[in-house]
C-alpha cells in the first residue's frame, strides 16, 4: 500500500520510483580499490605545489579511483593553476611522479634525470619585455630567458608563453632560445700597424669618435 503512495509535496513521484525499499531508487556502483604506485612519490606542478585539478571538490594525483575511470583522458590533463603540468608527467597513476630509491632517496625517472646542457645562442642578445623589463614566467621561482634548459623540457609550448607582467610579450620574440631577441653584431678584429705609433688630435689627446 505504502510504497504506491506520491510524494507530499510534487504530487506524483511514487515511493515505488523514488525508495530503495520500495525497488526504486538508483544503483550506487563502488569505485575499484585502487592501489598507490610502489617506490612512486607524485610529483610538484611549475610552482612547486602538489598538482592538482578543479573539478568537484579538487582532485589530487592520489585522488587514483578518479583517474582509472578515465585514464587517458584524465592523465592529459594539466594543472589548473599552473596551466601547463600535465598529470601524466606529475602523477604516479599517470606514469608520472618520482622513484624512491632502496635508500629512501628520490629521484626523477630516467627520462627527467639529467637535463640537456644547452650553449647560449652566439651572437644573439634576450629581448625585453614592454615594461623594458627581462621577459619573465611566473613559474617555480621565475623563469627567464636564460632558463634554456627549462624552455628545452617543452620547447614548442613554453616559447609560446607571454610575459606573467606585461601580459603581452612572448618568449618566441623575446627569447634566443626560442629564435627571438636581437643580433649582436661583433667589430671585426684589426691588427696594428706595424712600425707605427697613433698620434693625438689638436687637444693632444688620443684620437676619438
Known sequence: LRCGMVDSLD???????????????????????????PGCVDGLNENEEPWFFN??????????????QKLELRCGMVDSFDGITEASDA?????GGSTV?????????????TEPVIEPV????????????????NAGSGKYCNNTNWFHQKLELRCGMVDSLDGITEANDACCVCGGGSTVETEPV???VPGCVDGLNENEEPWFF
Open 11 to 37: 504530487g506524483i513521484t511514487e515511493a515505488n520510483d523514488a525508495c530503495c525499499v520500495c525497488g526504486g531508487g538508483s544503483t550506487v556502483e563502488t569505485e575499484p580499490v585502487v592501489e598507490p604506485v
Open 55 to 68: 573539478a568537484g571538490s579538487g582532485k589530487y594525483c592520489n585522488n587514483t579511483n578518479w583517474f582509472h
Open 91 to 95: 602523477c604516479c597513476v599517470c606514469g
Open 101 to 113: 630509491q632502496s635508500d629512501h632517496s628520490i629521484s626523477r625517472p630516467s627520462g627527467d634525470a
Open 122 to 137: 652566439p651572437g644573439c642578445a634576450d629581448g625585453l619585455n614592454k615594461n623594458e623589463e627581462p621577459w619573465f614566467f
Open 190 to 192: 684589426v691588427e696594428p
